[in-house]
C-alpha cells in the first residue's frame, strides 16, 4: 500500500556527521552500523540482549510537538538502525579524545581508577554522559539509576560510582559535618589545602591514627579534574531541529528480509495491522529483538508505532491517568514522579506503587525505549506491570480497522504464555489507571535475583478496600507473576476473604487458602518452588501489616502493628557510597620519576574511555576475512552418527564447513593431558562440545547457516551431571597427589571433646568476562605459516596448540595478545579450542578468519569455576580449638581434564585458610562429568576450600555457643608456625591484618550495634563477620615458575619493552613500566611496551596464579640490569651527561643496546619439584570485617558495609593494587551471594546470558567499602618487596556470606528453630529465605524430589 509522502531515505548524525543510507536494512542494529558501517567501535557487544551496557551510546531526538530534545542512553545491541531515522547519536569516540582532550566524564573515569580492562568503559561513560545532558547536576538516585543497566567484572565498581559522584548535586564527604568537623573541600577556595591535605575531606572513616600502622589517605583526584561544562557539549544537529517543525513523514524501509513501515497516523497504522497482522509493533524492541536474537525469530514486516499522536501522549483526568501504549517507560516513570507528590493521598496508591516498581525495572537503557504497551502485549508472565495494572482495576483500549474497544484487564486478558485475547489486526491504544479511592490501599512487590536490573521470579500486586465504618474488606485483589505461565490472580483466596475484618484469622485462613491456590508443581518452569511459593505467602504478610497499620493511621479498630514487626515494610535505600582507599606512600627521598609505589593511572585508561583501545573484535577487517560460527553438540552423551551441512552450505555467502576430516595435524588438544579433540569425531560428551564450524562472509550468515546443519545423534548412557552422580558412577579422573595427611587424625578425633559432621557445597561460576572469546587466524600461504590475535591468557599454551593440530612446528605459528577484555582463567586454556579451530578453517580456506563468540555461546562452550561437594568431620575442645579434620573434596571437572586437577590440588593445599590444624586428612577427587570442561578462574580452588574450612569454623561456634571470631582467632597460625604442608610461615602478617581490620572497622562496638538491631526487629535481620585469608603465591606445576623479557633500547634512547605475560586489565603492563623506569631510571614516557608475543618473547607462562608481575618484574629487572651494565662505561665515562648520550655512545661503540631477561628461582623449583604442588613461594594474606541486612521474608540481601585490610607486600602501585582488591572481592561477592549456573537435567546450560545470570551491579556493593593496604610489609622474594595481587582478596567477599548466616541464625533463633543449619554458596535470595525458617515456610510442602524432572539441578 503506498502511502502519501513515503520516504525511503534514510538519514541520521553521528558525532555530528549526517549519515545517508539508501540501503538501510531493518535487520541491522545501530550497534552493528557504528561497528561495521561506520568504524566507530566505542560501543562493544558483550551480551547483544540489552543486559550489560557495554554498548551505550546517547541517542538525541526533537519531539516533534513539544520541540523538546530528549537525550537518552540506549543500549544499541537492541537498537533497530531504522529507529533513529532523523535522531542524533553521539559515541564515546564524539565527545573526547586521549590526545588532544578528554570529556569530563571520560576523565574522571581515568582519574578515579575505574577502569580495569576497558571493555565497559565507553558504556559508562555514555550513561554517565546521558545522565549529565539532562541534568548537569544530578541527584543520588539518579546517578543509581543511571548505572543500573551496566556491569564492569573488573572493578568492583568503587572507583566508577566515586569518580561520577563528583558530579553530584551536594557531593561532599560528609566532614563538613558531625565532630570531626572539617571542611569540605569544595568549601575551601585554595585548591592547595584540598589536594596538599594529608586526608581528604571526602573520607568518612576513623582517622588514620586510630590505626596502629603509619598509612596516609591518599587525597582524591577530584580536585585536579576538570569542571564539568554543559556549553561545550555537541548541539543537536540545526537539520534535525528543523525537522522537528514539519509533521512527521511515513517511512518505508525495505531489506533483503525484513521491511519496516512507520506510519504517521492512527488510520495509516490500523490499515497496514489488518494488511499484516502477523506484523509486530516496534518501540523499544527489547522484546522483539531478544525474540530474533535469541530464538531466531523473523518478522517479514515490522510496524513502528512511536510517531501516532494518539499512543504517545499522557493526560490526567478526573478517572485517573492516560498512557499511550508507545510511551516508554522513563517517560511514564518521568510523568509519576512529577504528578504523585500533587495527588490526594487517597488517590494516589496505584501510582505510588508504579513509581516504585518502574524504579526497579530494568536498566536506564532499557527504560528510555521500552514502551508500556509493548510490555502488556508480550504478556510475559513475568512482567512488572501486569500484575499492578490489573490490580489496579485497568482498562485498555483498543482499535483495529474494524473499530475501537475497551477491555477492562483481568486474568482472562491473558490467555496462555505471552498471548492476550486481543486480534491479530488489533492495536492496543492507551491505558487508563484509575485512581484509588478512600480506604483502599494497594502494594506492589518484586524479587529478582539481584535487586538491580533483574526480571522478578516472583512479583505481585495487592489491592484491598475496606467500607467506612469497620475494617472490614469490600474489595480484595491479588495478582502474581512468576507462578505460572501468565499473570494470574487469587480468585478464590480473595473470594473468600470478602467482607472478613483484617485481623490475624483474616491472615491467617488468607495464608492457607493462597497457599492452595498458588502451588506450584515440582519441576515448573524456573525451578524455586518452594521459594516462589514462600514468596507470594510473605507478600501477602507484608501486604497484611502495610493495610494493617494505614487502617490504624485513618483509626480503624484493629490489632495493633508490634515496634518489632514494622521494619518488615523498610525497603532497603539508595545511598552514596563512603569509601577509603589506605596505603603507605613512598619515601619523600625516592626520585620523583621513579613511579615505583606510588598510585600511577592504568597507562590504557584513557584509551579504554574514548573507545580508542583496540580489542579482537575492533581489529580492522583483513582483505577476504571470512567469519566462523561453531556448531556445538545439543546432548550430553551421543554418538554422532551422522552431520549433514548441505542446507547450510546452500545459502548464499556460506563457504564451507569444517570438521574434524579437515584437521592436517593432530585433532587432540589439552593442557595436562590431550583429552580434548577440536572437533569431535564420533561422540560428543557434553552439550556444547564443538563438532564443527561453518565459514561465511558475514558473523551473521556463519550463526544463520550453523541452525541449518543438521547432526544425527545416538544417545548413549550413562549422563552424568552433577557430582552426586559422579560419585554414584565411579566417575572420576585419576590423579595421583590429591591427598595429603598431616599429624595423626585417629589420634585428634580420639582426643577431642566433641566431633561433629557435615556437607557443604559450593556452586560455580561463569566468568563473564566482558569480552567473550575471540580469534583471528591469518594464514601466510607464502611461508606456510599462521599468525592468531586471540582472547588468550597463554600465548604459549596456544602457540604449541596450533602448531600441533595444523602439524607445523611451533617457530611457523605467531601468536599476538594487544589486550583482554577480562579473563579471570577463563582465557588460560578455554580459548585454544576457539583459536584451533580457526585456525584450521583458515588453513582449509587460505585467508584470514575471525571466530568471536557470542555471550550464549560463550557461556555454553566455556565452561567456569568448578563447582564442590565437601563432606567433613571435625574433632574440637570446648573453647573452640580444632584437634582433627577429615574433608572428602570433590569437584566437577567436566568432560576433560583441563586443569582440574591441578585446581583440585590447590584446593587441598588451602584447606587450612589461616588455621593451625595439626592433625589433617584430606582427599580431593576430581568428578568426569557430561558438562563442558570446568577450568581455572581467580583463586584456582583455593576459595572454594576455604569456604569449606570458614563453614567448618561456624558449625564448630555455634556448637560451642561462641562468637566465630573467638573460634578464628584461637585457631589461628602465627608467624613461624608450619602449615599443614609443612610450608613455614614468614612474611606471613595475618595476625596484623586481623587486628588492624577489627580496629578500622570497630569490630566490638558494631557487634553489640547488630545485636540491639536485631533485638529489636522480627524481620530484618543484620549480621556482622570477620574472615581472613591466606593464599600462597606461584604455580602447582614447578615448571612454570619461569618469566622471559626483552628490551631494546633505541638511539635516540627511547625504550621498547616486550614480556610474556598479558595484559588484561590487571595492570601488568603498567607496572612492567613502573618497574623498568626504576630500572634504568627513565621517566615512564621514554618507555613503551609492545604487545605480547610469541615472537619476541617464547615459552611464556600463562598469565595467571597472581604471579605475572613476579615473573616478569623480576625477568625485566634481568634485562634491564644487563643494559645498565653495558651502558656503565659511558656513563662513567660522561657522568654529567644525559641518557641519549650514553646510549648513543654505546651505539657508536659496537654495544648492544638489547637484552634479554629471564628469571626463575633455583631454590623454588627443587622445592617444587621434592613436594609437587604443595608448596609455594610466599603467603600472601588478608582479613575483611562486612556487616549485612537482610530481608527475612524475601531473602533479599544489603551489605552494608565492609572493611579489608590486604597484605600485598610493598606495593608497586597502590591504585592498580587497590584497584584488584575491590574487583576480587566484588567478584567473591558474586561467588558466595549472587551467582547461580543453572543447568538442566540434561546438562544444557539454562542461564547463558546476563538475563538469567546475575554478576554482582553497581548496587550490589557494600555502601561502605575501605580497603587498607598493610603498611611494613615486607617480602624479599618477589619484585621490589612486593607480593601477588590479583586473587587473594577473592576469598574475603566470604566475610559477606558468613554475615549473611549471623543474620539467619538470628530470625532462627527468633522463630524457635535449630541454631545449626547448612547453608551452601551461594547464598541467594531463595537460599537465605528458606534457611529463616517461619511460621511461612513451615507451611510449605516440598515437592517430593522423586516425583518430578526439576527444571534445574545443582551440578
Ligand atoms: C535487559 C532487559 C531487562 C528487562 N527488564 C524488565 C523488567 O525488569 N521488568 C519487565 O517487566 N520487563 C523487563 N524487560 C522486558 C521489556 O523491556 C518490556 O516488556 C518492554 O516494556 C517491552 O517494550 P518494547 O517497546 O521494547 O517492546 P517491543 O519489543 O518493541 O514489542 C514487544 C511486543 O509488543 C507488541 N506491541 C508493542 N506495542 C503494541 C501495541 N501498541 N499494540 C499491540 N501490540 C504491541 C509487539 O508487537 C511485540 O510483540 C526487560 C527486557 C530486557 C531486554
Ligand atoms: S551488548 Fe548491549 S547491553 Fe550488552
Ligand atoms: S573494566 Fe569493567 S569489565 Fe573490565
Known sequence: MDYQGTSNDFFFYVNGTKIVDQNVDPETTLLSYLRNKLGLTGAKLACGEGGCGACTVMVSHCDPGSRHIRHYAVNTCLTPICSLHGKAVITTEGIGNSTSRLHPVQERIVKFNGSQCGFCTPGFVMSMYSLLRNSPAPNQQELSEAFQGNL???????????????????????????????????????????????????????????????????????????????????????????????????????????????????????????????????VGNTEVGVEIKFKNKLYPVILEPSYIQEMCVMHWDDSGLHIGASCRIAQVKAELQDAVPKLKRCQAAPFVALMEQLRWFAGSQIRNVAAIGGNIMTASPLSDLNPLLLASRTSLTFSSIDGSRTLQMTQDFFTSYRSTATKDNEVLISIHIPYSRELEFLMAFKQGQRREDDMAIVNAAMRARFCLE??????????????????????????????????????????????????LPGGSPGGMETYRCSLCLSFLFKFYIHVQMELQNQGKPGDPVPMRVRSVLDEFQEEPIKSTQLYQEVPTTQASEDLVGRPVEHLSAARHATGEAVFISDEVPRHGELHLALLTSTRPHARILEVDPSKALSIPGVQAYIGAADVPGDNKIGRIVKDEEVFAKHKVTCVGQVIGAVAADSAELARRAIAEVQVTYADLEPVIITIEDAIKNESFYEVEGLTLENGNVDEGFANCEHLLEGEVRLGGQEHFYLETHAAIAIPDLENGTMEIISTTQSVNFEQQSVATVLGIPCNHVKCTVKRLGGAFGGKETRNVMLTTATAVAAKKLGCPVRCELERDVDMVVTGGRHPFLATYKVGYQGDGRITAVNISLYNNGGNTLDMSSSVMRRAVVHVDNCYHFSNVSICGRVCRTNLPSNTAFRGFGAPQSMFITETIISQVSTACVLPPKQVREINMYDEGDQTITGQVMENFPIRRCWEECLKSSDFSQRQNAVTTFNRQNRWKKRGISIIPTKYSLAFNEPFLNQGGALVHIYTDGSVLLAHGGIEMGQGLHTKMIQVAGRCLGLPVNRIRIADTCTNSVPNASPSAASFSTDLYGMALMNACNKLMKNLEPFKNANPTGKWEDWVNAAYLSCVSLSATGFYSDPELMQRMKECFGKTCHYFSCGAACSEVEIDCLTG???????????????????????????????QGFGLFLLEELQYSHLGELRS????????????????????????????????????????????????????????????????????????????TVERVRLACQDNITDKILEPNPESFTPWSVRV
Request: net charge positive; with cysteine; hydrophobic share 35%.
Open 152 to 282: 564492569c567484572r573488573c572493578t568492583g565498581y568503587r572507583g566508577i560510582i566515586e569518580g561520577y559522584q563528583t558530579f553530584v548535586k551536594n557531593s561532599c564527604c560528609g566532614r563538613n559535618d558531625g565532630a570531626k568537623a572539617g571542611k569540605c573541600c569544595d568549601n575551601l577556595s585554595h585548591a592547595k589545602t584540598t589536594c596538599g591535605s594529608s586526608r581528604c575531606c571526602r573520607d568518612s572513616t576513623p582517622e588514620p591514627a586510630s590505626l596502629s600502622t603509619e598509612h596516609i589517605h591518599p587525597c582524591r583526584p577530584f580536585c585536579k579534574v576538570k569542571p564539568l561544562d554543559p556549553t561545550q557539549e555537541p548541539i543537536f544537529p540545526p537539520e534535525l531541529l528543523a525537522l522537528a517543525n514539519s509533521p512527521p513523514v511515513p517511512l518505508d524501509f525495505q531489506g533483503p528480509r525484513v521491511r519496516w513501515l512507520r506510519p504517521v497516523t492512527l488510520t495509516h497504522l490500523l490499515q497496514l495491522k489488518n494488511q499484516f497482522p502477523d506484523a509486530r509493533l516496534v
Open 470 to 519: 469497620t475494617s472490614r474488606v469490600t474489595e480484595l485483589e491479588m495478582a502474581f507473576g512468576g507462578m505460572g505461565n501468565r499473570t494470574l490472580t487469587a480468585a478464590r483466596t480473595t473470594s473468600l476473604l470478602n467482607g472478613k475484618l483484617w485481623n490475624s484469622d483474616l491472615l491467617e485462613d488468607a495464608t492457607n487458602s493462597l497457599l492452595q491456590e498458588i502451588q
Open 1196 to 1226: 533479599s540481601i544489603k551489605a552494608l558495609g565492609t572493611h579489608i585490610v590486604m597484605d600485598v607486600g610493598c606495593s608497586i602501585n597502590p591504585a592498580l593494587d587497590i584497584g584488584q582488591v575491590e574487583g576480587a572481592f566484588a
Open 1248 to 1323: 547463558k546470558g546476563p538475563g538469567i545470570y546475575k554478576i554482582p551491579a553497581a548496587g550490589d556493593i557494600p555502601r561502605e567499602l575501605h580497603v587498607s593496604l598493610l603498611s611494613k610489609s615486607e617480602n624479599p622474594k618477589a619484585i621490589f618487596s612486593s607480593k601477588g595481587v590479583g586473587e587473594p582478596p577473592l576469598f574475603l567477599a566470604a566475610s559477606v556470606f558468613f554475615a549473611v548466616k549471623a543474620a539467619i541464625l538470628s530470625a532462627r533463633e527468633d522463630a524457635g528453630k535449630s541454631r545449626q543449619f547448612r547453608l551452601d554458596s551461594p547464598a
